[in-house]
């Protein structure tokens, strides 16, 4: 039976893996000695959405990071939209330019407006007229519900208008895979739904999100599959319902029972 | 123990100080201006430059920083020449300003580079943005405003410095100076106004540097967006 379950398992990951956006094979990464990736085999479908959680310290900030090159891999394979990720600087550049990343510290750049926020990639990176660039950034500043906010500079506005303007300026560059690296984890409780509310529409909309929360709600509401790690391995694959219910695996149950209390 | 004051003379030489301050604050606003434009170049050579270059800039800088303004200055107007490099007083004395501020302004822009959260970097890097364009669209500017003050001092004392450059005879309110009180012998009250002066020098810098900081840093104190 159980050899039976894995065969269908295996059939299952290879068509994934045939159609997959972002393919990661036997990914793994050391901090000196310590090492923080073990053997990560991932394929995301386009359109998927991925919940990605786990302790701190298990990977799952480093996960994604690889994926956008924001940290070097050491082993295995990791392809995004065909391209494989390689030392090869043109690679990487290509895969930036279509992968937005949402940080858990906002990281919008101080010195610029929201607007400027906004506009200075698909000005010096996809080389688009400022006019255009400012036209594509109201359209999703208005997405976000902060247009009125343009000209104001990030130190004015609250942490979850900020987080807002960093998704805006993602979907600025137009991404094809959108990373949420923990969006929610340093803000106020009650501006965690407004950005909550951002990201559910956005997922609405057919990104492909690989999304690093602890906001279980999220998960269950848009996740078509939740990953857990620990100790920098994948765990447990399932679908929201099931691993929120019925956890297959001990670490995994001991996880959810603390996050519950 | 009783001294009295004659202002006289120096009054009679007020068109000649007034002429050597107005050099010393040329001569400072041109070596100021050279000087960050060298200190910024340099500050970009030594983060983003080869092991080669960064050796070279650290050469430079220790160099600069270790040994006293006046041999710099008598380095440059009574060595170079040596080697062909002749030079009035006045264009060796911006020469050595802006050599010897450069150095001081690397080393204090390079500080406000490293203060930039490594987070900002991450930003740019995922929006595709290459090295030099995160270096220039989006470290540079915050970094200047970080170190600013400190930068500014560094001019600051840069003008004072300049007073250094009167014994090359460079036309400067200093060497102005020296020239009244040999001929008047009235040291003390020469340099009485002329410490004034200095000081009133300095004031103008300080309002003019106020006033570049709110043009240049609109957003303010950068604490609220990491």
């Known amino acids: 039976m159980k050899k039976l379950q894995q065969a269908a398992d295996t059939k299952a990951n290879r068509e994934l893996q045939s159609e997959a956006i972002i393919r ?27 919940v990605v959680c786990g302790p701190s310290g298990s990977g799952k900030s480093t996960m994604i990071r690889c994926i956008n090159r924001l940290e070097e891999h050491q082993q ?50 996809r080389h688009m007229r400022k006019s255009d660039a400012e036209k594509v950034a109201m359209h999703y500043l208005e997405r976000v519900k902060i247009p009125e906010q343009a000209n ?20 600025c560059m137009n991404p094809k895979i959108m990373l949420f690296d923990e969006p929610t984890s340093a803000l106020d409780p009650e501006m965690v739904k407004e950005v909550l509310d951002t990201m559910v529409s ?21 996740a078509d599959r939740v990953i857990f790690m620990d100790a920098g391995q994948i765990v447990e694959t399932n679908s929201p319902e099931q691993f929120f219910n019925n956890p297959r695996h001990d670490r995994s149950k001991l996880f959810l029972k603390q996050l519950l209390h | 123990m009783l001294y009295s004051f004659e202002f006289g003379d120096v009054i009679e030489a007020w068109p000649a ?15 100021v201006l050279l000087g960050v434009v060298v200190a910024a170049s340099g500050a970009t050579a030594k983060t983003l ?19 006293p303004f006046l041999v710099q200055v008598f380095l440059i107007f009574f060595g170079l020449p040596a080697i062909g490099l002749k030079m ?25 580079i490293e ?49 250094i450059c009167s014994a090359i005879a460079a036309t400067e309110l200093t060497a102005v100076a020296g020239d009244i009180q040999s001929r008047t012998f009235r040291s003390f009250e020469v340099y009485s106004v002329v410490t004034a002066m200095y000081f009133g020098l300095s004031i103008f810098f300080w309002c003019v540097f106020a006033a570049v900081n709110s043009m240049l840093f609109k957003a303010g104190p950068r604490g609220a967006a990491r």
Not at chain 1, 94 to 118: A, D, S, Y
């Open chain 1, 24 to 50: 990661l094979s036997g990914v793994g990464k050391w901090y000196g000695q310590f090492q923080v990736l073990r053997d990560i085999d991932l394929a995301v479908r386009k359109g998927e959405r991925i």
């Open chain 1, 76 to 125: 295995g394979k990791i392809v995004v939209d065909g391209i494989e990720l390689n030392s090869n600087i043109r690679n990487i550049d290509e895969i930036r330019k279509e992968v937005g990343m949402v940080f858990q510290h906002f990281n919008l750049f101080p010195h610029l407006t929201i607007l400027q926020n906004c506009t200075l990639a698909p000005i010096w990176v």
């Open chain 1, 152 to 171: 104001k500079y990030p130190g004015q506005l609250s942490g979850g208008q900020q987080q807002r303007v960093a998704i805006a300026r993602a979907l």
């Open chain 1, 202 to 222: 956005l997922a609405e909309e057919g990104m492909t999100m690989l999304c690093v929360t602890h906001e279980m709600g999220f998960a269950r509401q848009v």
């Open chain 2, 17 to 31: 100080l007034v002429s050597g301050a107005a050099n010393t604050l040329w001569l400072s606003a041109v070596s």
């Open chain 2, 49 to 67: 430059g080869s092991r080669a270059v960064r050796f070279l800039v650290d050469c430079y800088i220790e160099l600069i920083r270790n040994t």
């Open chain 2, 88 to 112: 009035s007083p006045n264009v060796a004395a911006v020469t050595a300003m802006v050599v010897n501020f450069a150095a001081y302004g690397i080393e204090i822009i390079r500080a406000g």
């Open chain 2, 115 to 163: 203060s930039i959260p490594k987070g900002q970097i991450d930003a740019g890097k995922a929006l595709g943005l290459g090295p030099f364009k995160i270096f220039r669209l989006v470290v540079f500017k915050p970094a200047l405003q970080a170190v600013y003050p400190a930068l500014t001092s560094q001019m600051i004392l840069l003008m004072l410095n300049s007073s």
